[in-house]
């Protein structure tokens, strides 16, 4: 064998190894999104569409089961949970919008809804967000989510707010959220 070829040969089982290490770090870092991804692949999850300006915060459980029916939420009492809620209902997800996305969860308060939070995965959030401004309009910018603060895009809807990330996360199995939310003449 040439001095070429070992060369060669040295290389990539460094390239294959680096890919290896890279890979086990993804995946401890995302440990906690795994058991999604794993759901969204192995799966047959149901699509939805998600309407948004039908949402009301005047919704009770059972109009929000209608409203994404055909869709098997799992609702589960809460307390202290995120701004008040006490109740919330989930699903796995293969599509949203005809886009690919993991996760919907809608959260109530006094049995109320006040919030539906749809998951997209990381290689759709540019397609969402353009789907979103084409849909809504041009979006204002409504501050930071997340630890490093990455800005969330607005839309003021009659019946509440619409928010996404603006920034696609540079973790490729982070997700983007779409996230509704009832006006607060909605959640009387």
Known sequence: MGAVEE???????????????????VGILNRDRLPVYIDYLRDPLPEVTMRYAQL??????????????GIALNCRTHPG??????????????KADGEAALTLVAFFSKGRLTSVVVHVPWWVHGRSLDRLVAQY??????????????????????????EHNRDRSLNPLEWSAIFWSAGQDQKK
């Open 81 to 94: 949970g995120p701004a008040g809620t006490d109740r919330f209902c989930h699903s796995g997800l293969s």
């Open 7 to 25: 060369k060669w040969e040295k290389w990539a089982k460094w390239g294959v190894l680096a890919v290896l290490c890279l890979a086990a770090v």
């Open 56 to 69: 009301s915060g005047q919704m009770d459980e059972a109009a929000v089961h209608k409203h994404f029916q």
């Open 137 to 162: 309009g041009k979006a204002e910018r409504a501050g930071v989510v997340s630890l490093i603060g990455g800005p969330v895009m607005r839309w003021n809807l009659p019946n509440g707010t619409l």
